[in-house]
């Protein structure tokens, strides 16, 4: 059984690489989820100082950036 979950034509070099729609998706993910994170602090964070991510934008901004990441790169076209 093929395992339909693999990455087809595989970037052969670092150029081709930064050419691929794989490496330009999760660059886009990474960038929309870092501003909707800065764009949460400003608006929501929490400025007591109590909650660990809100607290401080740095933590906001990491934390929207994984969360565009995994949310751009969570399906891979798999049939299971």
Do not use: R
């Amino acid at each position: 059984m093929e395992n339909s979950c693999e990455i087809k034509n595989k970037p052969k070099n670092l150029k081709e690489f930064l050419k691929s729609k794989i490496f330009w998706k999760s660059i886009i993910g990474i960038s929309i989820g870092s501003i909707a994170g800065g764009i949460y602090y400003y608006f929501i964070g929490c400025k007591s100082g109590s909650c660990s991510i809100t607290s401080s934008p740095v933590g906001g901004i990491i934390m929207g950036g994984l969360l565009g990441f995994f949310l751009t790169n969570s399906s891979c076209g798999c049939k299971l």
